[in-house]
């Protein structure tokens, strides 16, 4: 459609005959004939007038001939012409929101997938501690597996009081086990309410353990990778269409 051929149709929907639209423009009717027939492009002035005499304003005016018309003629007037380059910055300004989004989606469901694949935040690695007994704040750490260091010379000589020691000991021991993703050491204390306890790592007990939520990166880091891709691929093919 052409700006004449829309000038008419406008024209037309509003009931309005030549004689009366050129009035409202207070131009001549033989100059609105020449607009309409193609034979002339309207000065901004005149365009101006036009989009008053119409009760329009630039955007819904533009609304019915922007694809439509022939933009490189349209664009001789300058209001229109500045409306297009309004709109070119409003594509590219979208094209850039939508490209960033779409290396965003690529990057988190690389950094997902990896950090699931990995195991980088939840690790599947499960270490077990042991610990032998409850200990008093004055007593050694090893205890419990080296009390005999701990046994005066007199008790060693004693067997009866050897013996006796050997099973206060044996008494006093309430194994625990404390298992832990995260590696603390080869072995640590935790107070507690009657003293403290001596946990250390046993090296042969190292358990791995799925975990769902490593499942769940690595599926979400490949939806948003393939979501990402596809939306480079739609802008690419809207970009050439427009």
Known sequence: MTLGQ???????QRALSQPQLASQMTVEQSYLSKL??????????VFRKLLAALDLDLGSFMQGVAEQGDKQSLAQI??????YQN??????????????????????GCALFYSGYRTLFLPERQYEYHSYGELRDEEPLDLYTRWHRYVSDADKQNRADYEALRLMYQKRQAPELL???????SAFVVQVDNGRRYFEVQPERVHHVSRPGNAWMQFIGI????AGLLALLLERRYARAH
């Not at 829309?6 to 037309?12: A, V």
């Not at 939806?223 to 393939?226: D, I, N, P, Q, S």
């Open 6 to 12: 829309y000038i008419k149709q406008l024209r037309q």
């Open 223 to 226: 939806v948003l990778f393939v």
């Open 36 to 45: 309409e027939n193609d034979h002339s492009i309207p000065s901004n002035e």
């Open 179 to 185: 298992y832990s993703f995260d590696y603390r050491g």
């Open 87 to 108: 709109l070119d910055k409003h594509k590219l300004a979208r094209r850039r929101s939508w490209i960033l989004m779409a290396l965003v989606c690529i990057s988190l």
């Open 78 to 83: 300058p209001d229109i012409e500045a409306w």
